[in-house]
C-alpha cells in the first residue's frame, strides 16, 4: 500500500506536535534549568533573582535545579517584543528542551516550548 505525499505530512507533523506537547513531562524532578533573565537595560537588570521573582515555569519543572546564565540584551529584545529562555538539562548535560518566554508589561507568558 502507497501512502500519499499528504498523508505522509500529516504523520510528520503529528509527530513533531506530540514531541511538543510532551516535553515538560520527560523530566521526572532530574534536571537542571539553565536561565537567562530579561534586562531592562544594562544597568538595571529585571529578574535578576529566580528567588524573589520566580518565572512562570510549568508545576512539573518549576522546582528542578537553576543554572544561571548571561546574554547579551540584542539577543532578548526581538522586534520590540522581548523574550527570555530557559534551557533544561539532563544529569549527563544533554538538553532536554528550551523554553522560551515573552514579556509583557505586567505579566510574562510561555510562548513556545521545543523539545530536544
Known amino acids: 500500500m502507497q501512502t500519499s505525499p499528504l498523508s505522509a505530512c500529516l504523520v ?3 509527530t513533531s506536535l506530540v514531541s511538543v ?3 515538560e513531562w520527560k523530566c521526572d524532578n532530574n534536571c ?3 536561565s537567562s533573565h530579561l534586562r531592562k537595560s544594562k544597568d ?8 524573589h521573582y520566580r518565572l512562570g515555569v510549568p508545576d512539573s519543572i518549576k522546582d ?3 543554572r544561571d546564565v548571561k546574554v547579551p540584551d540584542s539577543f ?4 520590540g517584543r522581548y523574550y527570555s529562555y530557559q534551557a533544561v538539562y539532563m544529569p549527563d548535560g ?9 514579556y509583557g508589561p505586567d505579566k510574562h507568558e510561555f510562548k513556545s516550548c521545543k523539545y530536544l
Not at 538595571?44 to 528567588?51: G, H, Q, S
Not at 532578548?76 to 522586534?79: P, R, S, T, V, Y
Open 12 to 14: 510528520i507533523w503529528l
Open 21 to 23: 506537547v510532551q516535553c
Open 32 to 34: 537542571v534549568i539553565e
Open 44 to 51: 538595571i537588570p529585571m529578574n535578576e533573582n529566580r528567588e
Open 64 to 66: 528542578l535545579r537553576w
Open 76 to 79: 532578548l529584545n526581538i522586534g
Open 94 to 102: 544533554s538538553v532536554h528542551s528550551v523554553w522560551m518566554i515573552h
